[in-house]
């Protein structure tokens, strides 16, 4: 395993998700829930903005391995994975929204998994409809978090609901689109 400022990162990130479920489990003569929901969101916010940097840090300073490219997406799935439960606990997220997301991610690393064995895994490549999948959901969960209004105008919960929605649809668009890859193969190897 490299022992690396990227893999560091990826390390910080998965060791957070104790810390970011944690929060709401605070008793209220702890921490506030407007206080639970501001640190929540900036530890998935931090945890979005070092799943970047990590990646960036890696192809700048040469320090690319296969474990970081195991490691990363795992991190990932695991910290969005836990933000959903989450939302679901809270009733700020219909758990349909969440098991879409989740099970799609759960058959798509298999799928990768899958043919990256068969020597396939070219076909599996991250698409673009995976990238606006992301966006959409990496927008929506720190809204969903913070749940409080902002000014008079701004919710946050709403806005967020909506992406949210948007990335599911994405999230079984991109599935269709990897489904499509795969199946041909899945018959040829049968």
């Known amino acids: 395993m490299p022992f690396n400022l990227p893999n560091v990162l990826t390390w910080m990130r998965i060791l957070a998700i ?10 209220p ?15 998935f916010t931090v945890a ?10 890696a192809r700048v ?3 690319t391995s296969a474990f970081g490219a195991f490691l990363d997406p795992v991190a990932d799935k695991l910290m969005v994975a836990a933000a ?7 009733s700020r997220l219909d758990a349909l929204i969440a098991f879409i997301i989740i099970g799609r991610e759960i058959t798509i690393s298999a799928l990768r998994e899958w ?19 992301t966006t959409s959901q990496m927008a929506a969960i720190p809204l969903l978090l913070y749940h409080e209004k902002v000014g008079e105008h701004f919710n946050p919960q709403e806005v967020g609901t909506w992406l949210i929605y948007l990335a599911a649809v994405l999230t ?19």
């Open 115 to 133: 043919m990256a064995q068969i020597g396939k895994g070219k076909n599996m490549a991250v698409s673009f409809l995976g990238k606006l999948k």
């Open 48 to 57: 979005a903005i070092t799943d970047w940097l990590d990646g960036y840090l």
């Open 18 to 27: 104790p810390l970011f479920v944690g929060i709401f489990y605070f008793p």
């Open 172 to 190: 079984l668009w991109s599935m269709a689109y990897y489904l499509k890859a795969a199946i041909p193969q899945a018959l040829k190897h049968g």
């Open 61 to 63: 300073l040469h320090q």
């Open 84 to 90: 959903l439960i989450v939302l679901v606990y809270l």
């Open 29 to 43: 003569t702890w921490l506030a829930q407007s206080d639970q929901n501001l640190i929540a969101t900036i530890i």
